[in-house]
């Protein structure tokens, strides 16, 4: 079936550690995000791509590095781990700027 | 600048009765708009958006929305709610002037009373 997943579904991890989030999608979007939801924030945007090796900043980008060598899959990495970045994580793709997101189930991510 | 405003973090109706969440907006270009729905531990699904056809937008599950330029507002109704529809509910602009991300209210979780 067509979709997008993220993976793990839940990590705990400790401060300073480095982390991969993954997401994958099978639609070939040429747009893809990261979001962060957080109580009495909603969805904040990280990092996002509008091709294959073009990636560019949103609004809370610092600490996560992302990359887009093939256009399916779009990781996220947080290189050294801190407490505020404990959040849960959402992937989503879109076909083109301004159209509709589909989502992945998000990342649940804890860091001690 | 763009952004959205949610108005109410909780909003409780009674089964049957009218769904009415609020969501205004600031862009300083015409805007698209979107509602999403989250179920516990799930992703985002949207609902409706609007993208500068007709002013009022129907979506799945008898949610519509009207976006009125004049108010800056897209709020979302439902003539009739149902248990199933208790979730958290998100309005989010698309304006093209920056980042091609959405920029998202923070949600309305909507409780619906027996």
């Known amino acids: 079936d067509a979709g997008i997943t993220q993976s793990p579904r839940y990590k705990i991890t400790e401060t300073g550690r480095q982390v991969t989030l993954m997401c994958h999608q099978t639609?070939?979007?040429?747009?893809m995000f990261w979001y962060r939801q957080d109580l009495g924030h909603g969805l904040r945007l990280i990092y996002y791509s509008a091709a294959a090796d073009i990636t560019d900043k949103g609004e809370v980008p610092d600490g996560y590095v992302v990359s887009r060598s093939k256009t399916e899959n779009f990781p996220l990495t947080l290189e050294s781990a801190t407490r505020s970045q404990t959040s849960v994580y959402f992937c989503?793709?879109?076909?083109?700027?301004?159209?509709?997101?589909?989502f992945g189930d998000g990342t649940r991510l804890s860091i001690l | 600048a763009q952004s959205v405003t949610q108005l109410g973090s909780h909003v409780s109706v009674s089964e049957g009765a009218l769904v009415l969440l609020r969501c205004n907006y600031s862009s300083s270009v015409p805007p698209y708009l979107f509602w999403y729905v989250q179920y516990p531990n799930q992703g985002l699904q949207l609902l409706l958006k609007y993208t500068s056809a007709a002013t009022l937008v129907k979506g799945i599950n008898d949610f519509e929305a009207e976006f009125k330029k004049s108010e800056t507002s897209f709020h979302l109704t439902k003539p009739s709610a149902h248990m199933s529809d208790a979730a958290e509910y998100f309005c989010?602009?698309?304006?093209?002037?920056?980042?091609?991300?959405?920029?998202f209210g923070k949600g309305t979780h909507l409780i619906i009373q027996p």
């Open positions: 989010a602009l698309y304006s093209g002037g920056g980042a091609d991300g959405l920029t």
């Open positions: 639609w070939s979007h040429s747009y």
């Open positions: 989503a793709s879109g076909a083109n700027r301004g159209q509709p997101q589909h």
